[in-house]
């Protein structure tokens, strides 16, 4: 099951790139991503990509946090950090269940 994870993940690295790249493009603003949680209910989160950097510790982060991070990455390439606004914490986003993100007021929606 893991190998068959792997390839979808791989046949699906572009599209995970162009979500992350629209959701960066907020920069110090807002912008909205609504998606499919994994209890199968439908969330809309404002997030800060910008925030979140501000609360990662990056290169001051210990080697066991920079191994985990690494993993993480490698495990679930579908996982986006982001900060969330309403509350004000990290949270993920499922990049593979993103049904829209809102920048600068327009909607870019995927099937």
Known sequence: MT??????????????????TLIGKA????C???FIKKDGSIR???VQPSKLAKHAKGDAAPDAGKKAV????ER???LFPVWDVQAQ???SINLAT????????????FA
Do not use: W
């Not at 190998?3 to 992350?20: G, P, S, V, W």
């Open 98 to 109: 993103t049904q829209s993100i809102t920048v600068d007021g327009v909607t870019h929606a």
């Open 32 to 34: 909205s991503v609504t």
């Open 70 to 73: 690494a993993t993480r990455k």
């Open 3 to 20: 190998e068959l994870r792997r390839q979808l993940h791989t046949e699906c690295a572009k599209d995970y790139a162009n979500k992350r």
């Open 89 to 91: 914490a990290p949270r």
């Open 44 to 46: 809309t989160m404002q």
């Open 27 to 30: 920069k110090g603003r807002f």
């Open 76 to 78: 679930h390439p579908n």
